[in-house]
């Protein structure tokens, strides 16, 4: 490689957290190519990141810089490394943890803050993994956390190992300014995959490693603004069969192409769920994926192809695979010989919190306590683990200190001053919510709400 390094420094207030210091930080800014995933360390489990191991809480930009550089592109995901990170970050604090390897390389991590008295149950959830790159070229390098004016560069950043690290810093934050002497209990839980379809997730439900709960703030990027519903997604796959001919005598064969045509023309009059209090903008529909062919001279008979539909709170998606079903079968039947097979790749349903519901004024409290007016509550087209974890709780609101539109992106970054008042937001919103002079705080006991 051939980088032009430019030398920074960044100096950081960081005001009301545990972790108060002025941080000055040497900063590189580079350019040109960079590693492949082949090329670029791997951490082995006894060779994380320097930061991972120092003795006591660590600074939680540095900290974060060094998540970053902890590569965790899923696929394959490798998330277990960094997993053993905050692992190792909350055993040197006390915290009781349960770190559960599930395939090769991933892990989902749980933390528990047990109170002195009964109360209600708040998980902070974040998930490990990150998107792959993509085909352009980076200006940053995506794993060197470079700073540069406020923000900090690299895969992840954003969407979501910032928001990861700003609960995890609040979680110990909480712990320390406590230290046990509160109503309920606060769970920190960590899961693989979500990026491609919330696995890890799935995998902590199944086999109740994550408890049932009263309430989750979840960190995906939102600038730190509160969203209450979220669509949900379903991912079919259409699988044509055809007859294979001389392109010459198209009349001999069953173009799969044509099947697919007639079916994409049917998708497009399919009607698309609204909002009625306009809450959440209409269900979509998109095509993402199409194939089909071997040859110039060759009609094609097999061929797929992918439906994405974002649905909102209450939209049933077995009526709509119902549906699909039969606009398959009919195409089929107009044109003997050949087939529309439909499956279900990923069934997600959306989710919805009451806008009165407690845990959105809590998260209205700790806006309030960094000097910021909580906007109503939003919503997003994305989907994330809540629609899994829903399953098992109750009101789930979504904050996190990156911004949507960098989620995914080439040259992806968080500002750090957003991820640092992410860490006072969310210390602060934990505290609103476990209040016990709140007399509207009688969440049943953890023994006893798991026998519900």
């Not at 207030?13 to 000055?24: D, G, I, M, T, Y």
């Not at 071997?294 to 119902?322: C, E, S, W, Y």
């Not at 476990?434 to 009688?442: F, S, V």
């Amino acid at each position: 490689m051939n980088h032009t390094n430019t030398k920074l420094t960044i100096s950081i207030l960081v005001n009301s957290s545990p972790f108060a210091k002025v941080l000055s930080l040497p900063c590189q800014r580079q350019r040109g190519r960079f590693m492949r995933r082949a090329d670029r360390p791997q951490f082995a489990a006894a060779d994380e990141p320097t930061a991972a191991m120092a003795p006591g809480p660590p600074d939680p930009i540095a900290f974060l810089q060094e998540a970053v550089r902890c590569d965790t592109v899923n696929p394959p995901g490798n998330e277990a490394v960094l997993a053993r990170m905050l692992c190792r970050v909350l055993d040197q604090a006390g915290i009781k943890t349960d770190l559960r390897l599930c395939r090769d390389g991933q892990a989902n991590l749980v933390a528990t803050l047990q109170g002195n008295r009964p109360g209600r149950r708040l998980v902070l959830s974040g998930h490990l993994d990150t998107v792959p790159l993509g085909e352009s070229e980076w200006t940053h390098d995506p794993f060197s956390a470079t700073i540069i004016d406020g923000r900090m560069y690299g895969r992840g950043t954003a969407d979501m190992k910032g928001g990861l690290l700003a609960l995890l810093f609040a979680f110990l934050a909480f712990n320390i300014r406590n230290q046990g002497d509160f109503a309920g209990e606060v769970v920190f839980a960590a899961s693989f995959a979500e990026e491609t379809g919330s696995h890890g997730a799935r995998q902590m439900v199944d086999d109740g490693h994550l408890p049932p709960f009263d309430a989750m703030i979840v960190a995906e990027p939102s600038s730190n603004q509160p969203i209450n519903a979220h669509k949900g997604v379903l991912w079919v796959q259409v699988d044509a069969t055809g007859r294979t001919a001389h392109s010459s005598a198209p009349s001999e064969g069953v173009n799969v192409i044509d099947l697919l045509d007639r079916f994409r023309g049917d998708l497009g009059r399919l009607p698309l769920a609204t909002d009625p209090n306009g809450h959440m903008t209409p269900a979509t529909m998109a095509v993402t994926r199409i194939g089909a062919g071997k040859g110039n001279n060759v009609i094609p008979d097999k061929g797929f192809m992918v439906v994405d539909f974002r649905t909102l709170p209450g939209q049933d998606h077995g009526a709509l695979l119902g549906r699909l079903n039969a606009m398959a079968r009919n195409i089929a039947d107009a044109r003997q010989g050949g087939t529309l097979t439909i499956t279900p790749l990923l069934d997600l349903p959306a989710v919805e919190t009451a806008a009165d519901a407690a845990i959105l004024d809590a998260v209205r409290q700790g806006l309030a306590a960094v000097g910021r007016n909580g906007a109503p509550p939003g919503s997003a087209n994305y989907f994330t683990d809540a629609s899994v974890f829903q399953e098992i709780g109750q009101d789930i609101v979504i904050l996190g200190p990156g911004r949507a539109d960098q989620a995914h992106q080439t040259d992806e970054f968080i500002e750090i001053a957003e991820y640092l008042a992410a860490i006072d937001i969310y210390t602060a919103a934990i505290g609103a919510y476990l209040n016990t002079n709140d007399p509207d705080n009688r969440g049943t006991q953890p023994a006893e709400r798991e026998k519900q």
